[in-house]
């Protein structure tokens, strides 16, 4: 078997005898298969019996009485079930083109990846499918996050969060992943670095049924990033921690020493901004340092003028918390505080500490020494 194609499906009957029909039309020149990986409530089982009796490639149906570990899970399962060491995941609902697994498979070939990610936002790829102007900003956003938690192993990656890519199983330690929900290739890249390249897809409409995407999932992904990046806790969660309680207990005292509360905030924030940076070099980001696009005085720079930018952002949110809602001053930035950190980790991760030209196609020792501020959670 030179492919296996291995799809979790949960409620997809009617999408499926259309995407088998493509699918096996796509590779009719490999010798393949398709390896569902079922958890659906609905007659998809059935569906899929019925269509693996006459389909013109081997059609496999794994239906799970436990979805342990949510879509994540189910293609993992399809990992180990699969015929070949050569596997395309791809999704059931046809948005995921299967006229473009040739093309993956033909990347592949070339000997030099581990692993080919079907991109949206890579040269003429496109996200129009997802439902509406919302979900592409969504979508965006939680891509921007994601490569922020993980600047080194997803900084050649344009589209972690999809979920239409090809990957050599054997390049994979099936053991220690630790799949929490729909976003397997996040947690196979955050992981192990991985040789990868990316081709292009336009992300279609979906063939049939609804789409499964809803706020509950939104959240699910969220626990399931902040458990890769922050399981153990980083350092930059540390320093931005300590640095919080500083700059409430230096603007408690000023308080009480009878400065007036938004002097207090300021001048705290501007002493703590400093204290920041100068322990974040120190101990986050010093591993980065030697391959940023800028030095330490322009590093300095771009962190203290964003800071002050967020600073004139975060003082009158806290005016009107107390003013309108009267919320007790250190509280109100308290809770400023806790919004300022996830920015700022993001600013810092992609454009304080973004590495230069030169040094994006570092040799292997190179990304081995920075590697460490990207090793997930247990």
């Known amino acids: 078997m030179q492919l296996s194609i291995v799809v979790p499906t949960y409620n997809e009957a009617p999408n499926v005898p259309e ?3 493509r699918v096996a039309l796509a590779v009719r020149d490999v010798e393949a298969e398709i390896v569902f990986v079922d958890d ?104 921007m996050l994601t490569k922020a938690m993980f600047p080194i192993k997803l900084k050649d990656v344009t589209d972690p969060m999809t979920g239409f890519f090809l990957v050599d199983r054997r390049t994979i330690d099936l053991d220690t992943l630790r799949p929490r929900g729909f976003k397997i290739l996040l947690e196979i890249l955050a992981r ?11 992300f279609a409409d979906r063939h049939a049924g609804e789409s499964k995407a809803s706020f509950a999932q939104g959240l699910h992904f969220l626990a399931q990033l902040t458990a890769l990046r922050f399981g153990k806790m980083s350092a930059f969660a540390i320093i931005g921690g ?74 009158p949110v806290i005016a009107l918390l107390v003013n309108t809602w009267h919320i007790q001053s250190v509280i109100a930035a308290g809770i400023t505080l806790a919004v300022a950190f996830v ?11 973004r590495p230069s030209e030169a040094n994006k196609v570092a040799a292997a020792p190179a990304r081995d020494a920075v590697d460490g501020l990207d090793t997930p959670a247990a």
Request: with cysteine; hydrophobic share 50%; glycine share 8%.
């Open 40 to 143: 659906s409530s609905d007659d998809t089982p059935r569906v899929i019996a019925e269509i693996a009796k006459t389909a013109p490639i081997p059609v496999r149906l794994i239906h799970r009485e436990h979805a342990t570990g949510g879509l994540g899970g189910a293609v993992v399962a399809g990992f180990t079930a699969a015929e070949s060491d050569v596997c395309v995941v791809m999704d059931g609902d046809l948005q995921h083109p299967p006229e473009d697994i040739p093309a993956l498979l033909h990347r592949y070939r070339r000997g030099d990846v581990d692993l080919v990610v079907a991109s949206r936002y890579v040269g003429d790829g496109d996200a129009s499918g997802l439902a509406d102007r919302s979900r592409v900003l969504v979508s965006r956003g939680s891509t």
């Open 19 to 21: 995407l088998v029909r």
């Open 192 to 202: 192990k670095v991985m040789r990868v390249a990316e081709m292009p897809f336009r």
């Open 343 to 353: 920015v700022r980790f993001v600013f810092n991760s992609l454009v304080v500490y």
């Open 242 to 315: 300590l640095g919080a309680i500083a700059n409430l207990l230096i603007m408690w005292g000023l308080i009480h020493l009878g400065v007036e509360y938004i002097v207090a905030a300021i001048v705290s924030a501007e002493i703590t901004i400093v204290a920041n940076f100068l322990l974040q070099e120190r101990f986050v980001f010093q591993d980065m340092r030697g391959s940023a696009s800028s030095g330490v005085w322009s590093r300095f720079m771009k962190a203290g003028l964003f800071n002050n930018l967020e600073l004139v952002v975060r003082i």
